[in-house]
């Protein structure tokens, strides 16, 4: 629960993955915007190229060369331009798409886990009021046991996983392992008061 709690579904990573989204976004648009200036300013100067080159106020067959030279270059990267525009508006295109799939699953997802959350929380606590409970429970059911036997059975509590008391049921140990007990420990379980452990598993044995 706890575990749950702290990754919240996984939130984090898709957030993470909403803002890339949201950037590649931006600059897909950036590079798109760049391209259409471009090519309006490749248009505007082969437009002023143009002009001069059949205005016929240019004589010089040097010059005249030269502007034609420069008129073709202005064409080729006002056409390479034009080119990339398309391609660039594309994945400007699909960047949008794919962060507004993310976007609408992040939300989802939040939605979900807001509910999920408030019953992990309210789980949490009910779990924790038990816990004192329990707690209130074997301090007052411990301080009616001797000492020496409490320190025994924290002892192997601490050993055995959390498991030191098991029941007998027909002469055999209920551990995991199901034992049978030797005569002498299920005579002497019915005998005394004292504690009586398993020789085998090692755990405190309660007749039934």
Do not use: F
């Not at 004589?59 to 060369?65: A, G, I, P």
């Not at 202005?74 to 391609?87: F, H």
């Not at 025994?152 to 959390?162: A, F, M």
């Not at 027909?170 to 009586?196: H, N, S």
């Amino acid at each position: 629960m706890a575990v749950e709690l702290k990754a919240e579904a996984g939130l984090p990573g898709l957030r993470g993955e909403a803002e890339t989204a949201r950037v590649k976004t931006l600059e897909a648009r950036v590079q798109h915007s760049r391209l259409l200036n471009e090519v309006s300013a490749l248009r505007e100067r082969l437009q002023q190229i143009e002009t001069r080159l059949y205005s016929g106020t240019i004589t010089n067959m040097r010059e005249l060369t030269a502007l034609q030279e420069e008129q073709n270059t202005a064409k080729r990267n006002l056409a390479q331009a034009e080119e990339s525009v398309g391609p660039a508006a594309t994945a400007s295109q699909e960047a949008n798409q794919a962060y507004e799939e993310k976007r609408t699953d992040l939300a989802k997802r939040e939605d979900e886990w807001k509910a999920r959350e408030a019953t992990l929380k309210s789980e949490s606590q009910a779990l924790a009021r038990a816990y004192k409970r329990m707690e209130r429970d074997r301090n007052a059911t411990a301080a009616r046991v001797k000492p020496e036997d409490l320190a025994v059975y924290d002892s192997i509590l601490k050993r055995k996983e959390g498991l030191a008391v098991v029941r007998v049921e027909r002469g055999i140990c209920q551990c995991p392992r199901r034992l049978k007990l030797p005569l002498r420990e299920t005579a002497k379980l019915k005998d005394t008061e004292a504690l009586v452990t398993c020789s085998s598993c090692g755990r405190i044995l309660l007749a039934t």
